[in-house]
DNA sequence: CCTAGTACTTTGTAATACAAGGTATCTTAA
DNA sequence: TTAAGATACCTTGTATTACAAAGTACTAGG
């Protein structure tokens, strides 16, 4: 048990929402959704991004396209679908919610 | 894919610091856990919560005594280690910091 | 061509939440 | 005293999934 491991445990449950929302605001490839996430210290490697990516779409959440690029092979650049647009949405009050009911319950005040 | 398996999802993450911050306010039994975090909207059943204290005392961050029902069997109540409560404060910070980078990931502004 | 860099994919493993069922203890009431 | 019901804790099997590591494929430059 450490706490490397919590972690993980607690990214795990907001990468899909993170990613969805990565790919709202821009057309991205995964090397993108690397950086940004990195960026924000959401460490994220390719094992995981990769297959998530698929899921996604093949859930109908995500589309792509690709696109040539001038320093090496091909990227696929996704896009959210409407109804990727929809369960982000969905995802922004899921959010929401799990911050008030943990804040709530981790409060230092015993009756609340 | 449905927004109840998201929740579920964002829930795991953040299950074992809610259960040492509830542990940590009061010594409780298992039954007060669940109802505490049924109340949170944090749903969790028998089959999840009752490994997870095994796991979290067999790694040092609980302790437990049997104590005598009037209306039952005994039961196990539990209490935070020392280990535990450093571990606890150790998640509270961890906690922030997923929730300032998730907010940060997510919000509607695009260059930020 | 060969090498280096970039991009995407696959495979095997470990962790773990959950559903479902099981065991044990205690109280109540006939 | 015993059967039924409630309470409490535990176990097993399954599915999901993040990650590590290795693999495939494409491009550019010397």
Redesign the interface.
Known sequence: ?N?ER??S??????L???IL??IS??EVYASDILQ??KD???IVVEGTLYPLLTR?KN???LNYRWEESTSGPPRKYYGLTEMGQK?LQ???V??Q???T??N???SKN?NQ
Chains 1, 2 share one sequence.
């Open positions: 048990m706490i919590v972690k445990q607690m990214r795990k449950g907001v899909e929402y993170c929302s990565i605001k821009d940004t996430l924000a210290k959401l996604l859930d109908g959440l369960f969905e995802m922004d899921t959010w919610e799990l911050v009911s943990v709530h319950t981790t015993k």
